[in-house]
């Protein structure tokens, strides 16, 4: 299923076509909007970038479960082999060949195999349904997810694959003794021996895989926490979002432009329940923005590679106060910064530190190379605004009054103060008043955008939270089986103990402390392979080290008092052990 799903995100043809004519491009018209391969690159990264570590973590915390349950069909094969012995000495006594028998344990391994792929194919069908359900708009390829005939071929493959491949050791292992050597007193113990050593094996690999998967989860939730709780410069709540496309034919002038959208605006800050109304020519939290390159007057660049871009902003008056973005110094746009007046830029805190270090920005002149070049006041420096999402840098922007250079197309946000939800009739009301041959489109908060934003990263969270998981209960049972099965073959000695005089408590400490050694030493391993892990997910991690001592703290006290539940419910069943029936039945 998650292979599929996988396969959908490698889109390395369609990348690479991109690549070319964003080259194309920034050949043939290098100096239009200060170049399209800037234009065209975040929009490379938002379509590339963000699906392809969610690709990697998934495939990886499949291996890391597929491994996992590995190790527990292998030692659950393991205790079936062992348990075995007496009946499987029997058989060799009466005749029967190796071959016969390792053939009727490998049977049965397949049979059991195949039970579990078709069980497995079950779950799957009801996974599909819950990754549909909270997967983010626009994944690739998600309604292709499916059982198909070729998944159902590849499964029953897998199943008969795992079925020979971990049935063969324990068979193996469980007819390699002989049978006057299981049928005396003490053979059955020394064969139980040391398949106790191979599961202990296999639990500490478990219970350090666990560890890695509890690991990657656990950065990933404290990411994800930090995502969702970030400063995005502005305030996204009550804001409601629209787009206006003005028919060229019929605005076709800057004046035409410029004045209906004055006329929208006026209209819409009049409606009851608005507080403000601004528009601009890309509002935070959309893919892309308009790059120019640009330098201060007083520095223009000498050489094609001394160019510094920044992103525009094309805006209208009541911008920073509609959207809560602070203006640390200057002042904002007025109705007075119009055609005709001079021409002003207000820039962002990032851009005044980069263009102008340790010096006031405020009427320092900005120059765009538009025709022959605009001269541009800086009257106003705003605060930095997470233009592309809760989880990018700040970059150098600067922003243009919208009427000193209109645009046709404009996003709209009206900030209100009930339901957003609740303005849509009212705004596409006043709209067709004003000119009802223009839609206003693609209505939307400013909220559920950012939850659009963030939904990758909360996609890969659940995912690899919901495996994390799995693979602490597959760990348990593991240890738990060890521990169990120590106790049955330590029946004897148990006994032994009591009838000697020890104590329950003794036991209990007995049992436990073995349980919990194979806990510790695989939660050691654990912690190794974890921060090597850490080191991949870098990339993906906002504001969170992947050396994050709490994280690690808090996972290893997690899986070692899971083992310690674990470890305690057999040890109390051997502290119940009767020494007189256990002296009897060994």
Not at 247 to 276: I, M, N, S
Request: proline share 6%.
């Amino acid at each position: 299923m998650f292979g599929r799903l996988a396969e959908g995100v490698a889109l390395e043809q369609a990348q690479s076509q991109a690549t070319a004519v964003a080259r194309r491009l920034a050949e043939t018209y290098p100096d239009v909007n200060g170049g399209w391969g800037m234009r065209l690159a975040p929009m490379h990264e938002v379509f590339f970038g963000e699906y392809r570590p969610a690709m990697f973590i998934l495939m990886g915390a499949v291996t890391l479960l597929l491994l996992v349950a590995c190790a527990n069909i292998s030692s659950l094969g393991l205790a079936r082999a062992m348990t075995r012995q007496n009946e499987i000495a029997v058989r060799f006594a009466l005749g029967a060949a190796r071959s016969r028998i390792v053939l009727q344990l490998l049977t049965e391994s397949v049979v059991i195999a195949l039970l579990g792929g078709g069980l497995g194919l079950l779950l799957a069908g009801l996974g599909i349904r819950a990754v549909r359900s909270f997967a983010p708009p626009g994944l690739p390829r998600i309604t292709q997810l499916g059982i198909d005939p070729a998944m159902l071929i590849a499964v029953t493959a897998v199943s008969v694959l795992s079925g020979l491949l971990f049935g063969t050791i324990p068979a193996l292992r469980g007819t390699r003794f002989g049978q006057v050597d299981s049928l005396k007193e003490g053979g059955r113990t020394t064969a139980s021996a040391g398949g106790l050593r191979a599961r202990s094996i296999l639990v500490v690999g478990q219970v350090a895989i666990s560890l890695m998967l509890l690991a990657g989860a656990g950065l990933l939730i404290r990411s994800f926490l930090r995502l969702q709780n970030v400063n995005p410069g502005f305030q996204p709540g009550g804001l409601l979002l629209s787009e206006v496309q003005l028919p060229r034919y019929q605005y076709d002038t800057p004046e035409k432009v410029e004045g209906f959208y004055a006329e929208l605006q006026q209209r819409l800050r009049g409606l009851p329940g608005v507080e403000a109304a601004a528009g601009g020519e890309l509002l935070p939290f959309l893919p892309g923005g308009m790059w120019n390159y640009v330098h201060p007057a007083d520095r223009p660049p000498q050489k094609p590679e001394d160019r510094m871009g920044a992103q525009r902003q094309r805006v209208t008056d009541g911008y920073f106060s509609a959207l809560g973005i602070p203006i640390l110094a200057g002042r904002a746009f007025t109705p007075e910064d119009r055609s005709g007046s001079p021409l002003v830029v207000i820039i962002n805190q990032t851009m005044a530190e980069q263009f102008w270090p340790g010096v006031q920005a405020l009427g320092k002149v900005l120059v765009l190379p538009w025709g022959d070049g605009l001269h541009m006041e800086v009257v106003g420096i705003a605060a930095d605004v997470r233009e592309n999402g809760p989880d990018s840098v700040y970059r150098p922007t600067f922003y243009m009054p919208f009427a000193q250079a209109p645009t046709p197309v404009m996003q709209v946000a009206v900030r209100v103060s009930q339901d957003p939800q609740g303005m849509v009739e009212p705004l596409k009301r006043t709209l067709h008043e004003l000119d009802s041959n223009i839609p206003m489109s693609d209505f939307h908060t400013m909220e559920s955008r950012l939850s659009d934003r963030i939904a990758i990263p909360r996609f890969r969270t659940y995912l690899l939270g919901v495996f994390a998981l799995m693979s602490l209960i597959m760990a348990s049972m593991g240890l738990y089986g060890v521990l169990a099965y120590l106790v049955v073959l330590r029946t004897h000695e148990v006994g032994i103990r009591m009838a000697l005089g020890a104590s329950g408590a003794g036991v209990l400490r007995m049992i436990v402390g073995k349980g919990m050694a194979l806990a510790v030493l695989g939660t050691s391993l654990g912690i190794a392979g974890s921060l090597a892990l850490a080191r991949i997910m870098r990339n993906i991690l906002f504001q969170t080290s992947p050396d994050d001592a709490v994280t690690y703290v808090a996972v290893t006290a997690a899986l070692l008092l899971v083992a310690l539940a674990a470890s305690v419910v057999p040890a109390l069943r051997a502290t119940r052990v009767d020494p007189l029936i256990a002296l009897r039945t060994e």
